[in-house]
C-alpha cells in the first residue's frame, strides 16, 4: 500500500544531509555529479544517489545488505521500528533539527548506477601496479603524479581498473590485465579522462587509457590532458568528444592519436568530426599515429620515441 508519509521521507529529505547530522562527511574526491561517497569515523562509506523517481538511494561498500532509501538508512544504524524511525524524520520534512552542510541539488541517474559505484568503490588508486609496470612498461611515477590522479585503480584480482565518465560522472569503468579486457557489469562507455587543468593547451584522445598513458610516456607535456574513447564509439560518445573539446582552452590543440589501423582511422574521424562540430576557429587539429608499430603502447615498449607523422596539418611539433 502506497503511504505518501514515507514516500515524502524518501523524495523529501536529503539523504546526504540526514547522513551529515549523523557523522558523515562527504568525500568531494570520490564524488560526482551524480552521485555523493560519504564517510564516517567509523570507517563506513557510503554511496548516495537519486533515482529517476527523485528517491534518495544509499548503499555501504562496507556491507553489501546495507542498501535502500533512508528508511533503511535510518533503521539499520539505529535499530528502530518503522514507528520510530517517523517520529525520527518527520521534523525533516520541515526544518532539520540539527545545523548541517547546504548541498547542491543532487542529480538523478539509472538505478544501474549505484552497482556501478558501488563496485569502483571497492577498488582502489594503484601508486603502483604490477600489470602495467611488468607487462606495460609503464612507470610507476606517471599514475602517481597530479595528472593521472585517481585515474588509475587496481582491484582486488590485481585488474587495472580506468573509470569512464559521462555528462552525470561515474558511468562504467575498463579493466585490463594480461589477457584479460572486461567492462563494468551494468555500466557503459564514457571517456576515461585525466585531469584537466586549466592551463592546458592540447587534448590528446586515444583509442585506450593505456595507449594515451604511453603516449604520455613517449611525449611528455605538463600541458596536455588526455582522453581515451575504449574501442568502438557508443552513440554516446561523440557528444562526449565534443564537450571535451569545448572544454580546452583558446589557441589549443586538438590531437587524434589513435591506432595505425583501419579501425583507428575511423575513430580518428570520429574525433574530427566532433571538432568541426564545436565550431572553434582557434583550435587546431591533428592526426598522429605510431610509426612502424599498431598502438602506442607498442612503441614504447619498443622504445623508439621517434617523431610521428602528422597529417591534415603541417609545421606542426606537438611533442
Not at 586538438?254 to 575513430?267: C, F, K, N, T
Request: charged share 25%; hydrophobic share 40%.
Amino acid at each position: 500500500m502506497f503511504d505518501s508519509e514515507l514516500q515524502s521521507f524518501k523524495t523529501g529529505i536529503d539523504l546526504r544531509a540526514y547522513a551529515a547530522s549523523q557523522g558523515y562527511h562527504l568525500d568531494r574526491r570520490e564524488s560526482w555529479r551524480g552521485s555523493a561517497v560519504m564517510r564516517d569515523a567509523r570507517g563506513d562509506k557510503v554511496i548516495i544517489k537519486r533515482d529517476p523517481d527523485g528517491v534518495y538511494l544509499y548503499c555501504s561498500v562496507r556491507d553489501d545488505r546495507d542498501n535502500g532509501s533512508i528508511i533503511d538508512f535510518v533503521q539499520y544504524r539505529k535499530g528502530i521500528s518503522l514507528g520510530a524511525v517517523r517520529k525520527e524524520l518527520r521534523p525533516w520534512i520541515g526544518q532539520p533539527p540539527v545545523p548541517v552542510p547546504m548541498f547542491a541539488p543532487l542529480h538523478k541517474t539509472a538505478k544501474d548506477r549505484m552497482r556501478v559505484e558501488s563496485e569502483y568503490a571497492r577498488t582502489q588508486e594503484a601508486p603502483r601496479h604490477p600489470y602495467l609496470e611488468g607487462e606495460r612498461v609503464l612507470p610507476p611515477a606517471l599514475f602517481a603524479s597530479p595528472r593521472f590522479a585517481g585515474r588509475v585503480r587496481i582491484d582486488t584480482r590485481g585488474n587495472a581498473v580506468f573509470p569512464h565518465f559521462d555528462a552525470e560522472g561515474l558511468c562504467g569503468f575498463e579493466l585490463k590485465n594480461k589477457g584479460f579486457t572486461g567492462f563494468a557489469t551494468g555500466g557503459r562507455k564514457g571517456l576515461w579522462l585525466s585531469v584537466e587543468q586549466a592551463f592546458d593547451s592540447c587534448l590528446v584522445l586515444c583509442e585506450s587509457a593505456i595507449d594515451a598513458l604511453s603516449y604520455a610516456v613517449l611525449f611528455p607535456h605538463d600541458r596536455t590532458r588526455y582522453a581515451s574513447i575504449g574501442g568502438k564509439p557508443n552513440p554516446v560518445q561523440p557528444e562526449l568528444i565534443l564537450a571535451a573539446v569545448k572544454r580546452l582552452p583558446k589557441y589549443g590543440k586538438i590531437v587524434a592519436a589513435m591506432d595505425a589501423d583501419p579501425a583507428g582511422a575511423e575513430l580518428a574521424d570520429v574525433v574530427h568530426g566532433a571538432f568541426l562540430r564545436a565550431e572553434r576557429e582557434d583550435l587546431v587539429f591533428l592526426v598522429q599515429t605510431p610509426a612502424g608499430h599498431k598502438d602506442w603502447n607498442d612503441q614504447l615498449r619498443y622504445r623508439q620515441p621517434d617523431f610521428f607523422p602528422v597529417t591534415r596539418a603541417s609545421g606542426l611539433d606537438i611533442r
